[in-house]
């Protein structure tokens, strides 16, 4: 399942790339590396079988909508959305599964808005009145309603593009209004249908961003749907950053919910729920940084470790103090100050907890966990997750290496020996 990297200290860095994510570094490290160093040994997970399940799922979706077997793909997003199944990085398997049946459409609509030759050719509602037509004929299907619902709100996005409201043309605000509106007709349906159903209640806060007045919901939504999944981390990070104030909330709001989604998920995270909130936020912006409870915050790390002790947890959080949090630093001495704490963390985090390397999670904690990066090379992203890594744990280990003794981490804990 494993193959093993190795790389030696040197003074010039970063390490040469490799030219596959699987490769030795050794087989790639630059001349000046000093012969009389030690060496850094760490297993490597198994890259492409972690990213296909993910991938698996999503084509799965695709297929069976391009097979008309809708009520097969409504069969299975209810029985994963319902035992709470997730691929390995936490993204709920009926998400994927919804992705994958509305990507013909959304895709298409995507590269034609891209594209104004493009467009002028491609009708851009024939796909999605196909989907429509087809929620129709399910009508009583909350799951397919739920397809439908999703592609309205990623239409309405590409209709938005990166545009502010100021440069934005006419006819791309009046469609992504219209799109988001639609998406807003049929999700109360889905919910009347599937009231303790995760992935309604998580397209139910996707489509907030695109109401004027959700300020007003966005608090309540979120905690709907912490307590329908408490487990899935990822819907207490997305509240966090729709509290900041660019989105729908305040400095003290983030705070407050924090510490109250802590409360309430005590049992299943200890005080996790209060980092995992930060977690995003405060890595995005400077000020919410500054007023962060640091102690807390690193205390809830700890109950995470204590409750998810996976390697796959471990990474994220190594990763996301080593690398992540620096991101912005010298902007507010404040927030600077709980930088250095959290990322003092990484310490104790990799030489009591690491024993394989992630080399995509690595890469996606450079880019701040922003989901929205697009990857046009799953093999060099990788590549640079694992450079970054290295250079990381490199760093940490610095004088041990430097000394002569050889830095391995084994399944059983980190060792350190002599040539």
């Given at each position: 399942m494993f193959r093993f990297v190795r790389d030696r200290l040197s003074r010039s860095r970063p390490v040469s790339s490799p030219s596959?994510?699987?490769?030795?570094?050794?087989?790639?490290?630059?001349?000046?590396?000093?012969?009389?160093?030690?060496?850094?040994?760490?297993?490597?997970?198994?890259?492409?079988?972690?990213?296909?399940?993910?991938?698996?799922?999503?084509e799965q979706g695709r297929y069976l909508a391009r097979q008309d077997r809708w009520a097969e793909l409504s069969d299975l997003m209810r029985t994963a959305d319902e035992s709470r199944e997730t691929a390995p990085d936490g993204?709920?398997?009926?998400?994927?599964?919804?992705?994958?049946?509305?990507?013909?459409?959304?895709?298409?609509?995507?590269h034609a808005l891209s594209d104004a030759m493009a467009l002028s050719e491609f009708d851009v509602l024939s796909g999605i009145s196909e989907l429509e037509d087809e929620m129709r004929a399910y009508a009583e299907d909350p799951m397919i309603a739920l397809v439908v619902a999703l592609a309205h709100i990623d239409l309405a996005w590409a209709w938005r593009g990166t545009s502010n409201d100021a440069t934005l043309p006419a006819l791309h605000q009046s469609r992504c209004a219209a799109h988001f509106d639609r998406a807003a007709a049929i999700l109360p349906k889905c919910r009347a249908a599937a009231a303790s159903s995760p992935i309604i209640a998580s397209a139910c806060c996707a489509l907030l961003a695109g109401q004027?007045?959700?300020?007003?919901?966005?608090?309540?939504?979120?905690?709907?749907?912490?307590?329908?999944?408490?487990?899935?981390?990822?819907?207490?990070?997305?509240?966090?950053?729709?509290?900041?104030?660019?989105?729908?909330?305040?400095?003290?709001?983030?705070?407050?919910?924090?510490?109250?989604?802590?409360?309430?998920?005590?049992?299943?995270?200890?005080?996790?729920?209060?980092?995992?909130?930060?977690?995003?936020?405060?890595?995005?912006?400077?000020?919410?940084?500054?007023?962060?409870?640091?102690?807390?915050?690193?205390e809830g790390m700890h109950d995470i470790l204590h409750r998810r002790p996976d390697q796959q947890t471990v990474n994220m959080l190594s990763a996301y103090c080593a690398t992540t949090i620096q991101k912005g630093t010298g902007q507010n001495e404040k927030a600077d100050a709980v930088r250095n704490q959290i990322h003092d963390a990484a310490h104790w985090l990799i030489r009591d907890h690491l024993t394989e390397l992630h080399p995509l999670i690595w890469a996606h904690a450079a880019n701040g966990f922003n989901n929205s990066v697009r990857?046009?090379?799953?093999?060099?992203?990788?590549?640079?997750?694992?450079?970054?890594?290295?250079?990381?744990?490199?760093?940490l280990f610095r004088d041990e290496l430097r000394s002569g003794l050889d830095v391995t981490f084994t399944p059983t804990g980190l060792r350190l020996s002599g040539h």
């Open positions: 596959t994510p699987h490769k030795c570094l050794a087989d790639s490290a630059p001349a000046s590396v000093l012969p009389d160093h030690g060496r850094l040994n760490i297993p490597l997970a198994d890259i492409q079988a972690q990213d296909d399940i993910g991938r698996n799922c999503i993204m709920p398997i009926a998400e994927l599964l919804a992705f994958g049946a509305r990507a013909d459409v959304v895709l298409a609509a995507e004027r007045k959700a300020h007003t919901r966005v608090a309540g939504e979120y905690e709907r749907l912490i307590e329908l999944d408490p487990l899935n981390q990822r819907h207490m990070r997305a509240l966090g950053t729709h509290l900041l104030p660019r989105w729908f909330g305040t400095y003290d709001e983030l705070e407050v919910h924090a510490l109250r989604i802590a409360a309430r998920t005590q049992q299943t995270w200890g005080a996790g729920g209060y980092t995992w909130v930060q977690f995003d936020a405060i890595a995005l912006d400077a000020e919410a940084c500054a007023q962060l409870d640091v102690d807390y915050f690193l990857i046009s090379s799953p093999e060099r992203f990788a590549a640079r997750g694992q450079r970054d890594a290295l250079r990381a744990i490199g760093d």
